[in-house]
């Protein structure tokens, strides 16, 4: 092998992680860019080659893809590197007609000038090596560890220190628990309005907002604990928030409170958000927070609607009037930033972004103060987002996926501006809670998103750089599990919580 390819194979095996399936195939192309024509390159390969693969990607027929460019200013054997990551042998060789059909019903090439595409080619760059590499397991995979089970459909988990943490569980309680003694203590003094344990009759209720073939069923659905945040001074103040589904009558809604503990016991109790109307119904409350950089509680609230036949004729989440299918910005005692984008005139103070379905996940990107959510869709249409204040983000009017109700036909609302998804999924993910890796263990994935999906069990890796999606990857696709969030240690150890009724706390690690 010349010495060039063995540079590409070193350089992909620290910046891509490896796959724990057997025999993933990476086709690495060296490129090198002519007469100086950068920016045409880059161009080319942007709105080509990644379009490409982005819709490989989203169609199943490769793993994850890589564009890594070297600096301008930097001699280098190549000035580009293209690495596509392929499940086996087969997928590969499959690979060119797939390629060649996504062409096809795409159209023409993208090109910065007038010239046929071969002679662009030639003119502005040139490949100078290309090499497949079979990769097999090896000592530094991820790998799973059980550190904790017998949880009630794990939701959310806050660290108070390295090794103890607040857990939030969906259809239990709220628990402090050490991870290296496994000792659980059960937090008392939880707000008895907590929804949980609901007995449906849906004939009681308009039709729609009810599944009939639920009639009978008892459980929690879409309600009980959800997010559990410590304050930015947790330090100094002990205080800490917990989002929850709240019940008056047979209505519901989304509470947040901030507290303290003491002798394992919630004291100095305050309700500091409700999203209200209280309605009935037990699905999509969001529930999801997160303190940012400015030092303001963002809370995702769900529309609360199981099906579109129930939308009023003004959509719930396009309606600046109500406070579901939104994102709020508030103060940590719940008053009000003055900063808070103006959209109209009775216009609910506390809304920072809307147009929102069942957005659960919150995440800040540490070097940037950027905020990431995801999105969960009806029929399809899950989303990794990319916050920004005042954003509308286009649900029930615009959306990837299909609608629960066939006939459903929402209003065009002509007057308004949407935000595209920065990412979305073919099939059904029902993305979750999300982070930012930042940890030491697995250099390759530093600073990458994490995202946990409910539908299917998987976790996805994502690489982005600023304010873009470049590639990503789906782990432990052999050991799939129902997940509900990824969390980050104190010291940079990765968590997964499963979303079973014998939850799980997992760690992963290096092998």
Not at 160 to 183: A, F, P, R, W, Y
Request: charged share 25%.
């Amino acid at each position: 092998m010349n010495r060039f390819l063995m540079k590409v194979l070193l350089l992909t095996l620290l910046l891509c992680a490896i796959s724990v399936k057997s025999q993933t195939i990476n086709l690495i192309e060296g490129i090198k860019i002519k007469n100086g024509n950068r920016a045409e390159a880059l161009f080319y390969y942007n709105n080509n080659w990644r379009a490409i693969r982005l819709t490989a990607l989203k169609l199943g027929y490769i793993d994850s893809f890589e564009l890594i460019e070297t600096s301008a200013d930097k001699a280098s054997e190549f000035d580009i590197l293209l690495i596509t990551k392929y499940s086996d042998l087969i997928d590969q060789n499959k690979a060119e007609g797939r390629f060649n059909k996504i062409v096809a019903n795409s159209g023409a090439l993208k090109l910065l000038n007038d010239i046929k595409p071969d002679e662009f080619r030639q003119s502005v760059f040139v490949k100078i090596g290309e090499g497949v590499q079979i990769q097999d397991p090896f000592s530094g995979k991820p790998i799973k560890d059980m550190v904790i089970q017998g949880l009630a459909h794990p939701w959310s988990m806050a660290f108070l220190s390295e090794n103890e943490v607040l857990i939030s569980e969906k259809d239990g309680d709220l628990l402090k628990v050490n991870l290296l003694t496994k000792q659980k203590t059960v937090i008392q003094n939880f707000p008895e309005d907590l929804a949980i344990n609901l007995t449906i009759d849906a004939s009681q209720y308009e039709p729609g907002i009810y599944p009939s073939s639920l009639t009978g069923r008892t459980g929690s659905f879409n309600m009980g604990i959800f997010d559990v945040v410590l304050d930015p001074n947790f330090t100094a103040n002990q205080l800490f928030y917990v989002a929850y589904a709240a019940q008056k009558d047979d209505t519901f809604t989304t509470k947040v409170i901030r507290a303290t503990l003491k002798n394992n016991a919630l004291t100095d109790i305050k309700t500091i958000f409700v999203a209200d109307p209280y309605t009935p119904g037990a699905w999509h409350f969001g529930g999801g927070m997160t303190f940012a950089s400015d030092g303001k509680l963002y809370i995702t609230i769900g529309e609360r609607l199981f099906n579109e036949m129930n939308q009023p004729s003004m959509p719930i989440a396009q309606d600046l009037q109500d406070k579901r299918g939104k994102i709020h910005r508030i103060n940590p005692d719940g008053s009000i930033p003055t900063d808070n984008p103006k959209f109209a005139d009775k216009t609910i103070d506390s809304i920072y972004a809307l147009g929102i379905r069942a957005a659960q996940g919150l995440t800040v990107e540490p070097h940037t103060g950027d905020i990431w959510f995801t999105e969960h869709g009806t029929n399809q249409g899950d989303e990794i987002n990319l916050l920004k204040a005042g954003a509308n983000y286009g649900w029930p009017i615009k959306t990837t996926g299909t609608y629960r109700y066939s006939e459903y036909k929402p209003p065009a609302l002509s007057d308004r501006t949407f935000s595209d998804p920065l990412w979305y999924w073919l099939q059904t993910v029902a993305p979750t809670g999300l982070t930012f890796y930042t940890g030491s263990e697995f250099p390759e994935w530093k600073n990458d998103l994490f995202v946990a999906g409910l539908s299917r069990g998987s976790l996805w890796r994502v690489r982005i750089e600023g304010e873009t999606i470049k590639a990503i990857e789906e782990l432990f696709v052999d050991d799939r599990v129902r997940s509900r969030k990824v969390v980050q240690s104190p010291a940079g150890k990765l968590y997964l919580l499963t979303d079973e009724d014998n939850g799980k706390i997992i760690r992963i690690r290096k092998k």
